[in-house]
């Protein structure tokens, strides 16, 4: 009798434990999805915040260092070591709404990316989670215009 209760209690500790741990790692994944989105989107605005101070489209890192984003810590860490890459498309036009299909970086290092998906910022500023072939076509095709 007294294992068998022995063995119960191990079985719920064990269950409480595993069931902390998913929660855990589901919540922690939930912040860095957040996270990323976040960065993508004060990414995408400077690019407009840019062209709107200087009349031109940003074209380099260096280019965004004179807008909002700037104000941040890990930006340009993120841009120089490709974590986020930065598209620079120079066929945009001033109204974000007017560029939807147009991608203005997306997440590039990391489980997420390693796994086949990644999170884009698109020109109208909203961002999704996409497959890295459907990002990989969208780049290709935008060459080709």
Sequence with gaps: MWRRRRTKVVAGVCLAVGAWIVFFVYNM??????SMQLHLR??????YE?????????TRIDDLAQTSVAQG???KWQLEREV?????????????KNNGDVILAYHN??????????????GDLRTEYVKTKDVRANLEAAEKR
Excluded at 84 to 96: A, F, T
Excluded at 109 to 122: H, N, P, S
Aim: hydrophobic fraction near 45%.
């Design 109 to 122: 290092k990391g489980l997420l990316a390693e796994l086949g998906r990644v999170w884009v910022c698109w």
């Design 73 to 75: 810590r890990y930006w």
């Design 84 to 96: 986020v890459v930065m598209v620079w498309p120079k066929d945009l036009r001033p109204d974000p």
């Design 42 to 47: 004060l990414l995408g605005s400077s690019v």
């Design 29 to 34: 994944t939930d912040i860095a999805n957040f």
């Design 50 to 58: 840019y062209h709107t101070k200087t009349g031109q489209w940003p």
